[in-house]
Antibody, heavy 118, light 107 residues
Framework: QLQLQESGPGLVKPSETLSLTCTVS??????????WGWIRQPPGKGLEWIGH???????YYNPSLKSRLIISVDTSKNQFSLNLSSVTAADTAVYFC??????????WGQGNLVTVSS | DIQMTQSPSTLSASVGDRVTITCRAS??????LAWYQQKPGKAPKLLIY???SLQSGVPSRFSGSGSGTEFTLTISSLQPDDFASYYC?????????FGPGTKVDIK
């Protein structure tokens, strides 16, 4: 059974870079023609699609975040990562990593709360 | 971006009720629509994809319908485990967008 697990700091200072890693178990990132992505949810609010990376390395980003965002994959570690630069309080959210077999997210990590505060 | 709306925003219902949630898109998304269920403190769970296809393991009391700009999620007989928030998501075009959610609570 495929499992995803986010890891990373729970607190990031304003203007710094938010970095999260998603570790995949129960299957190999490189062997699956799937999209590996990130979705976030500010406390008490709805879901926002951040972006995803195809197993081949092609990326698709939300234009609202594109200038600050990098999603990458490390097949040797069976991980993919999110880097969001120049964060503000508006980036405070639970960040979920997901796998999308055909664009919809059928597997989710448990979520990682990241608070942006000095 | 394609804007998604949902109605109602909150729905109070009783166990055994038939519940219907509506999702509308600002432009056609064909049948590229998914529904998710989310409980407090948990990750969303995929219920329906391609507007009406039931995800494996999801109870058959959940069903989806619609195409183009109007979609519905129906729970035929509400169970205690179904009290949660429900979100629709279009994946017809980037950026993928979600509806604001519908909270189903106990009447």
């Amino acid at each position: 059974q495929l499992q995803l697990q986010e890891s990373g700091p729970g607190l990031v200072k304003p203007s710094e870079t938010l970095s999260l890693t998603c570790t995949v178990s129960g299957g190999a990132i490189s062997s699956s023609s799937s999209y590996w992505g990130w979705i976030r949810q500010p406390p008490g609010k709805g879901l926002e699609w951040i972006g995803h990376i195809y197993y081949s390395g092609s990326t698709y980003y939300n234009p609202s975040l594109k200038s600050r965002l990098i999603i990458s994959v490390d097949t040797s570690k069976n991980q993919f990562s999110l880097n969001l630069s120049s964060v503000t309080a508006a980036d405070t959210a639970v960040y979920f990593c997901t796998m999308a077999t055909e664009y919809y997210s059928d597997y989710w990590g448990q979520g990682n709360l990241v608070t942006v505060s000095s | 971006d394609i804007q998604m709306t949902q109605s109602p925003s909150t729905l109070s219902a009783s166990v055994g009720d038939r519940v219907t949630i509506t999702c509308r898109a600002s432009q056609s998304v064909s049948s590229w629509l998914a529904w998710y269920q989310q409980k407090p403190g948990k990750a969303p769970k995929l219920l329906i994809y391609k507007a009406s296809s039931l995800q494996s393991g999801v109870p058959s009391r959940f069903s989806g319908s619609g195409s183009g700009t109007e979609f519905t999620l129906t729970i035929s007989s509400l169970q205690p485990d179904d009290f949660a928030s429900y979100y629709c998501q279009q994946y017809n075009s980037y950026p993928f967008t979600f509806g604001p959610g519908t909270k189903v609570d106990i009447k």
